[in-house]
């Protein structure tokens, strides 16, 4: 599928950069895929185009550096929390631009199974070493050797890290969900009444 | 003994935040009282922040010497207590919105007990009330 | 092998993280949750047997050693307080299950209830365990936002201000306990608890008189002691039979835990401590007054919680190692007793579909396994022989009697408090159980969470309930290994030397 031509739901509303496209050169910065250019918006005066312009640009780079933050927790500033915080963050400047587009929709798991895997990996993380015979929650340090470039050093509380992110990003889109689009839909349904 | 040393201007923000955080924590209306929650948790925070000592370089190792060093003991005591008053405030805030959605406003009621014993006080009070369909007594609905 | 420590946390919590994963089957649901707290009944056994053979069991964790690092410490008194709020979270849990397999059937009903339910757990098993006031303030948090969730899940238009009146309160509780430990901090530089049971000793009194008042009054409104109960009447009642019952099993206990252990171990007393005497005359005539004028079956049972708080803050006010002992074993007893008597209440609402004293009647003729169910749970909590509660109540009264004027007063009013609990259990009796059947109420929402006015009660709700006064008799039998157990705890309690010695490791101390 051509995700240039493809429209969300076919609707017209959507601003379809459709007529000029055989202009590689004009083309490149093009939506690639339909997001936060919803073919239904329900309120076209309510949009940001702006704001949606730059979360375009900023979400992916948000999510670069909260990958960046978890992997430099160890010995600089950063770690699963704030990583997954800023990681939430990125969703939620997704949700402010997308408006009532279920974020939670955008990500394939749904956001309890996220925080449960998140939490299920860090307590395993801390038991993990008592198999070993080392105190709960203790840490140690494994080579990975990479081929042709020296070794990696990983240090085994990363894994507890990744957990914490991931728990903190499921926390935030079950945020989103609960507080954001299930008000937005008691209002919607409340106008509707009345 | 460590002897404890505070900035009175600190101190000052301390006392103010935590006079207004219970100020609001008396109001009727749920939504005064949540942001005095916030405002309290404000104040415990910025407590447990100051109780480190006063202000110096960021405790990483390699940074800096040693001995210029924060406490960094409080520092990540406040940041759990930040994550956690958060946390709580997301939950209340969800919780007045439940109650708007009930009610249809965010005052907190009369107590129940102190409405039994305001309506006891007259001298006609009959001495058990009748109780509705679903098991509970009048006053209790 | 000290690792065993660390898995009454770890292991609800790793329950719970998969139990949200699986959330989509609620048999795996059932499953998950009793596996989790049956193991952490067999680990906090273990805990229980190795703490009172070799001393406490401590874990450093991520091998820091305390002061800088978190300690767990299990001790005899924290052992086995842990052992007992297993026991009762598991047979709840088993009361829970079989009313949500007879209400909903197979239907999926709401997939937070269990991970929520573990989380509580593990932060009941926490705060037992844990070695600093930091780790203590988290576990609070731990299980007071579970306690919030569950509590608040089906919340009416009822319930709702009842919810909001627990939830600022113990929020506002939490702020406070907060701003106790910057306090302690701030004098004394650490929050590790045995490390600050040396340093506390070097504060001036005026300033060591503001800490313990400070934790007084923080672990006070968590305990419900009078006059910081108000919000516990007002808000239990309100939850279903199985929320309810682990609330008043374990949240208070666990606060009345947190005080015994931070007064003993870093504001000691030579004598008997006065003011906690008088709060605990106030919370038992309070209580217990309380209690007489209510109506609602669950709220009489919540005030005579509130009333028998004040029995065991009598054990902490004696203040010397029969007085902490005769509390522990109290404390044990109290857990036990209070959740089953909630769980029977919930088994009345059910049979009769009402909460209302005088619209019950006949039961015993009617339901004569409920009468049973009741009767030794009653008994057992207004202490006649031979049950727990007078086991533990007899060694609360001797401590008092040999501790001087003030507490063999204060045991006088223990006494007319048992009575007055005899007396309110006895009003419900005669209502609820004796004259002549009344017909079943009928069930006002017949779509919402609780089936009330039925006859149809599957027996597993039977079975946790009967588990839990058999629970409570074992109490009574093993009293005499029991309260040398505790007799020993509460030496440890006094001495604070051995608590000391195993978290830091000094010998010399």
Redesign the interface.
């Known amino acids: 599928m051509n995700p240039l031509t493809s429209s969300p739901d076919g609707d017209a509303a959507a601003p379809q950069p459709g007529e000029r496209e055989q202009t590689p050169f004009e083309s490149w910065d093009r939506p690639r895929s339909p997001w936060l250019l919803p073919g239904r918006c329900r309120t076209p005066r309510r949009r940001t185009l702006l704001l949606e312009m730059v979360t375009r640009g900023l979400f992916p780079t948000i999510l670069v550096f909260s990958i960046y933050l978890l992997c430099a927790g160890h010995y600089g500033p950063g770690g699963g929390f704030s990583a997954g915080l800023v990681a939430g963050l990125a969703f939620v400047l997704r949700y402010l631009a997308g408006g009532s587009t279920d974020p939670g929709a955008l990500v394939p798991i749904r956001p309890p199974v996220l925080m449960g895997l998140g939490l299920a990996i860090a307590v395993g993380t801390a038991l993990a070493p008592v198999v070993a015979g080392e105190p709960v929650l203790s840490s140690t340090k494994l080579a990975v050797p990479l081929p042709g470039s020296g070794e990696l050093e990983v240090v085994t509380s990363v894994f507890l890290d990744v957990g914490v992110y991931l728990l903190i990003v499921g926390v935030v889109l079950d945020l989103l969900r609960a507080l954001g689009s299930g008000i937005e839909r008691d209002m919607r349904a409340a106008g509707e009444e009345a | 003994m460590i002897t404890p040393t505070i900035n009175l201007l600190m101190a000052l923000t301390v006392g103010g935040l935590y006079a207004v955080g219970f100020y609001l924590l008396l109001q009727r209306s749920l939504m005064r009282v949540l942001i005095g929650v916030v405002v309290l948790g404000h104040g415990t925070n910025l407590l447990l922040q100051l109780v480190g000592g006063p202000p110096a370089r960021a405790p990483i190792v390699g940074s800096a010497p040693a001995d210029t060093f924060a406490d960094p003991l409080p520092q990540a005591l406040a940041l759990t207590a930040v994550v956690i008053t958060f946390a709580l405030t997301t939950f209340l805030l969800a919780l007045s919105y439940r109650s708007f959605v009930l009610l249809g406003h965010d005052e907190v009621q009369d107590d129940l007990e102190d409405r039994r014993i305001a309506r006891r006080g007259g001298p006609a009070a009959p001495l058990h009330q009748d109780a509705g369909p679903d098991g509970r007594t009048e006053d209790e609905r | 092998m000290?690792?065993l420590a660390?898995l009454p946390v770890?292991l609800p919590?790793?329950g719970?993280?998969?139990?949200?994963?699986v959330?989509t089957s609620v048999l795996a649901q059932r499953i998950l949750a009793l596996t989790t707290l049956g193991s952490m009944v067999v680990v906090a056994a273990v805990l229980l047997v190795r703490a009172d053979r070799s001393g406490p069991v401590v874990?450093?964790?991520?091998?820091w050693a305390p002061p800088v690092g978190i300690a767990l410490v299990a001790d005899r008194l924290a052992a086995l307080l842990l052992l007992v709020s297993t026991l009762v979270a598991l047979a709840v849990l088993g009361y829970a299950i079989s009313q949500r397999i007879a209400d909903y059937g197979r239907r999926m009903a709401s997939?937070t209830f269990y991970?929520t339910y573990l989380v509580l757990s593990a932060g009941v098993s926490l705060a037992y365990l844990s070695g600093d006031l930091?780790t203590l303030?988290?576990s609070f948090?731990i299980m007071l936002?579970a306690s919030?969730?569950l509590l608040?899940r089906r919340?009416?238009?009822?319930t709702?201000?009842a919810?909001?009146?627990y939830?600022?309160v113990s929020?506002?509780s939490?702020?406070l306990f907060?701003?106790a430990?910057?306090?302690v901090?701030?004098?004394?530089?650490t929050?590790n608890l045995a490390d600050l049971s040396e340093?506390v000793d070097?504060?001036?009194p005026g300033l060591r008189t503001v800490l313990a008042l400070m934790f007084v009054v923080v672990f006070g409104i968590k305990a419900a002691m009078v006059p910081l109960h108000f919000w516990l009447?007002?808000s239990y009642p309100n939850a279903p039979a199985p929320v309810t019952a682990l609330f008043a099993g374990l949240l208070t206990k666990v606060s009345f835990y947190a005080m015994v252990r931070t007064q003993t171990l870093l504001f000691p007393h030579d004598r008997p401590w006065t003011l906690m005497l008088w709060l605990a005359v106030a919370t038992m005539l309070v209580g217990a007054l309380g209690a007489l004028a209510q109506?609602?079956l669950n709220r009489l049972l919540s005030f005579l919680l509130v009333s028998h708080i004040g029995f065991m803050l009598f054990g902490l006010a004696v203040f010397d190692a029969r007085g902490l002992s005769g509390a522990t074993l109290y404390a044990a007893h109290h857990i036990t007793v209070l959740a089953t008597l909630f769980l029977v209440g919930g088994l009345i609402?059910r049979r009769t579909?009402?909460?209302?004293l005088?619209?019950m009647g006949g039961l015993a003729a009617t339901s004569p396994a409920l009468a049973v169910l009741f009767a030794i749970p009653a008994l057992t909590l207004a202490g006649l022989p031979p049950t727990a509660g007078f086991v533990a109540k007899l060694q609360l009264l001797q401590a008092g009697a040999g501790a001087g004027v003030g507490p063999t007063a204060v045991a006088a009013v223990v006494i007319a408090a048992s009575f007055l609990t005899l007396f309110a259990l006895t009003k419900v009796w005669v209502r609820a159980f004796w004259g002549r059947a009344r017909p079943t109420?009928?069930d006002?929402?017949p779509h919402d969470e609780l089936e009330?006015g039925t006859a149809r009660t599957p027996w597993p709700m039977y079975a946790a309930t009967a588990g839990l006064v058999a629970v409570s008799l074992a109490i009574a039998v093993f009293a005499g290994p029991l309260s040398a157990m505790t007799g020993r705890a509460g030496e440890d309690l006094i001495a604070r030397v051995p608590y000391r010695v195993a978290v830091l490791g000094d010998a010399d101390r």
């Open positions: 000290t690792a660390a770890l919590i790793l719970a993280a998969l139990a949200v994963v959330s874990i450093a964790l991520g091998g997939s991970p930091f303030f988290v948090e936002t919030y969730v608040t919340t009416s238009v009822q709702i201000r919810g909001m009146t939830v600022i929020l506002l939490s702020l907060l701003t430990v910057a306090m901090y701030a004098a004394t530089a929050v340093r070097a504060l001036p009447p007002d109506n609602d609402t579909g009402t909460v209302a005088d619209r109420v009928e006002p929402d009330v």
